[in-house]
Structures are given as C-alpha cells and as structure tokens.
C-alpha cells in the first residue's frame, strides 16, 4: 500500500486535568464523575450528543442496574435514569432494572447533567490520534469543524467504545478465540398495535425476551424463501403508543474497520426493510406498520479487547470473585449473539459480577484509563459486561479515579483503592 507522510501545525485550544473520549455510556457518566469531582475536564464526541449506542445506535433498554430487585449499578448512572424518569423519558422494568427510554429525552437530561457538573464540551469532534511519549499521553488531536485541533491533557478516558486511544498509542490487544458478536442496525416502526405486540418488557429474571412466536414464523419462511439473517428479535417501547424499536438484523462485520463497517450499514439498511415487509405478513401488530426510521450508525457490539493489568474471566465473573479493587458491578447474564445466524448463548448469573479497577488500565501506561467495552476482560466476561448500566458505572469510577489522581499527579496506577471504592460506596454503588 502506498504511503503519504503529512505534517501539520495544529493548535491546542485548551488544557484539561481529564479529557474523555467518546460520549457513549462510559464516557459521559466518567466525565460527570471527573467534573463533580473537582477536575477540569472535557469530552470530546464525534455526534452531537452524549449516549453513543444508547442513542446514535438506538439500544434500547438499558441493561440491567438490579439483581432480584436489588440496585447494584447505583450513583450518577441510576440518578440519570431516576431524572429521565421524572418526566415520564424512561421505564424502570422489574425486577431487573432494564430501563425502556425515549432517546431524546436520553439526549437532553445527558447534556444537562453535563453542562450542570460544568463539563466542557467538544461536540462534531472526531479524535483522530494523540501525541505521546513511553506510554505517557500529553495531547488529543481531533478533527473538529474548524479543522484539526488538539487539547492537553494531564488524564485521558479512553471511553471511544472500540479503544481508538489505545490502539493509537499500541495498546496490546487479546487475540480472538471466537467470532466477533455481530453488528445490528436498529429501526423504529411506526404505527404499530403496541398492545397487540404484547412481549416487549423484560420483567423476568432469567428469561431471554425475545419474541418466539415471530422468531418461528420467520424460521418457518426462511425455508421456502429469502429471509435475512437476524436475531431475536427483540421489541423496545420508546414510551410513545404505537413506536417500537427493532433489534434484529445481523450481520458479521468487524466495525473497527471502514470497509467493513461501511459494507455493514449498506446491508443491514436493506435486511430492515424486508424485515419489516416480513413483519407485516406474519403478525397483526404490524399489519399497517411501517419503518419510520432507521438508527444514525449500525451498532457494534464488540471490537477490540485491551490487555490490561488484570483480564477479567469469565471463571472469575460466573463465581462472582470478589476483587479488592471492585468498582463496579453486572447483573446481566454473559449473552453472546452468534455472527452467522440466529442464535445467541446466553448464561444467567448466580448474582451479580465484581468488576476490578485493574481491567481499566495498562502496565506501561501512566495516565490512560478505558472503561468502555474494550476494556481488560476476555470474551465471555466482556459478553455481560458490555451492556450499558455496568459500562456506565465502569465510566463512573474511571472518572472518579482520574480526579483523584489529579489532586497529586500521581499515575493512574496508584490510585487509592479504599478512598475510591468508599467514595464508590458512598454515591450507591454496591461493591
Ligand atoms: C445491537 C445491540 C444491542 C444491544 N443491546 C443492549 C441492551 O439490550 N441493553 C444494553 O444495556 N446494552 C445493549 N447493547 C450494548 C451497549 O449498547 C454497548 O455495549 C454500550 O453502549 C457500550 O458503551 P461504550 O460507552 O463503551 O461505547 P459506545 O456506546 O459505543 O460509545 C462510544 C462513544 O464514543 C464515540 N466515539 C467513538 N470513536 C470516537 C472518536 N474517534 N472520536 C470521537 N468520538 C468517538 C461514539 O460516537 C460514541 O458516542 C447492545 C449493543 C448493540 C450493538
């Protein structure tokens, strides 16, 4: 492949004790923690608006904060869905703690949460790289609607869902030991006989809420005609009559890569449209529906895998071994969709999993902490972890852990565990 060398002067327009890349679940909630915290900080997101696959991707619910009705995923996480809540933006589903919301209520009570903790905010900013020296980061440069422009930073979040800081600065990654969960891309219907629909809630423990009786209906018609690849598939009330999120194309794609990714979208736009044709003929909740719109960006499940200073296993998370850098907790089963068909493995849990500090940060790097998807757990771990309420909580303690080392420019890695985990403790995290 031919290469082309550029080089440019970029100027840096502010300096930050954090900056959080990536304003999906992680990052907003790490950015608040940060700010509350008393850190100067800032998040920089390509969209314009905070909740990554939550909103840009339209996953809906957001699972789970409870197990057998017991919050483990507490503090600014569950205070957000208790906002949402107040005006009616948002479902709390026993006793599992799923929360069905409307987006753009997600959207704006995030941007008020942030503008309130008085976060600085880097809107239509695509981090395209960073300057750094022995595993130590200075600077983030990103491509903004002014051109490129860098920020300092004394800690930076890697909070970009697919580690793009990590691999930037050559983070080691674990090799796959299995297919890579697949990409969907999420649609809304319109006019659909939501209280004909019935299944939608997920109100039991330990039962997967997929739609069977459609699921059967479409593996009927698979053979005899073209049915696309698809999962579940799984309805989401948006909390207005007559909408329903769709989770149920699939396809394998590796989104880290723009061939891929591209190819992905292409596809999986048309599989939503005869979905939804298939939809209509085989149940009468759908009869007059029709495809109000599809999500901005295909959603990915999972990416990359960081090494960190621990690889959190799936041993580990099944036993629920009790860390004594435990920051964060999940309660969602260990789910693994197939890439190639309609399957999914799914392993319900004991109790909730303990999730170590450890799995957010990387032997050789000083001041780089990933509470997102990617961060330091193998695949089956990584397979309950990835949902939202643990990634925000995750987030939540990253940012926490950045501000506390602020106060000292001390290395990520000599946080203090106690005094993060009493504080942790104390905004109601169950750890
Ligand atoms: C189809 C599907 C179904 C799912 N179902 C559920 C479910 O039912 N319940 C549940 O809780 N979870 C579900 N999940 C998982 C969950 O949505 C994600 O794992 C979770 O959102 C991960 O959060 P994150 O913050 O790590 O990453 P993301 O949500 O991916 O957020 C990353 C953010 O970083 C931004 N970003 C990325 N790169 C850059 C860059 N270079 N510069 C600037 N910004 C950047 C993105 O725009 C985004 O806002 C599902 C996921 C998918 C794809």
């Known amino acids: 492949m031919k290469k082309i060398i550029q080089t440019r002067e970029i100027p840096v327009i502010g300096r930050y004790d954090v900056v959080v890349c990536g304003g999906g679940p992680a990052g907003w909630i790490a950015a608040i923690a940060a700010a509350r915290s008393g850190a100067k900080t800032a998040m920089v997101e390509q969209f314009g608006f905070a909740g990554g696959m939550a909103t840009a991707g339209l996953v809906l619910p957001i699972s789970v904060f409870t197990y057998n009705d017991k919050l483990v995923c507490g503090g600014i996480p569950w205070e957000f869905v208790r906002r949402m809540e107040t005006v009616g933006g948002a479902q709390v589903e026993k006793p599992l703690g799923n929360v069905a919301h409307d987006p753009e209520v997600y959207k704006l009570t995030a941007q008020r949460m942030l503008l309130e903790a008085g976060v600085e905010l880097h809107y239509h900013c695509t981090v395209t790289g960073c300057c750094h020296k022995n595993g130590h980061l200075t600077h983030i440069i990103m491509d903004t609607r002014s051109g490129p422009q860098a920020l300092c930073a004394m800690y930076v979040i890697d909070a970009t869902g697919d580690g793009a800081i990590c691999n930037y600065m050559n983070v080691p990654m674990q090799k796959k030991t299995m297919d890579m969960q697949p990409a969907s891309l999420i649609f809304c219907l319109g006019n659909v006989d939501t209280d004909k629909l019935g299944v939608d809630h997920h109100n039991k423990q330990g039962v997967n809420m997929h739609h069977e009786p459609i699921q059967k209906a479409l593996q009927e018609l698979a053979q005899t005609e073209d049915v696309p690849q698809f999962g579940g598939p799984w309805f989401c009330h948006i909390l207005h009559d007559g909408f329903t999120l769709v989770n149920a194309t699939r396809t394998f794609a590796n989104m880290a890569d723009h061939a891929d990714a591209t190819a992905a979208e292409c596809k999986l736009r048309e599989d939503a449209y005869k979905l939804t044709e298939l939809f209509r003929r085989v149940d009468p909740a759908f009869k007059n529906c029709y495809l109000a719109y599809t999500a901005p960006i295909c959603g990915t499940r999972e990416t990359r895998h960081i090494i960190g200073s621990h690889i959190l296993t799936g041993e580990e998370y099944l036993n629920q071994v009790h860390f004594e850098d435990a920051v964060a907790r999940s309660a969602h089963p260990i789910d693994i969709h197939s890439a190639y068909d309609t399957r999914q493995r799914i392993t319900f849990l004991k109790d909730a999993a303990y999730i170590p500090y450890r799995s957010m ?61 009493q504080t942790l403790i104390s905004w109601g995290v169950d750890i």
């Open 361 to 421: 940060i990387v032997p050789g790097f000083d001041n780089l902490i990933v509470p997102s998807r990617c961060l330091s757990a193998d695949e089956t771990a990584s397979a309950s972890i990835r949902v939202q309420a643990p990634i925000m909580c995750l987030g939540q303690a990253a940012g926490l852990a950045a501000a506390m080392c602020t106060k000292d420019h001390i290395s990520i890695h000599d946080v203090d565990i106690p005094t993060l985990r």
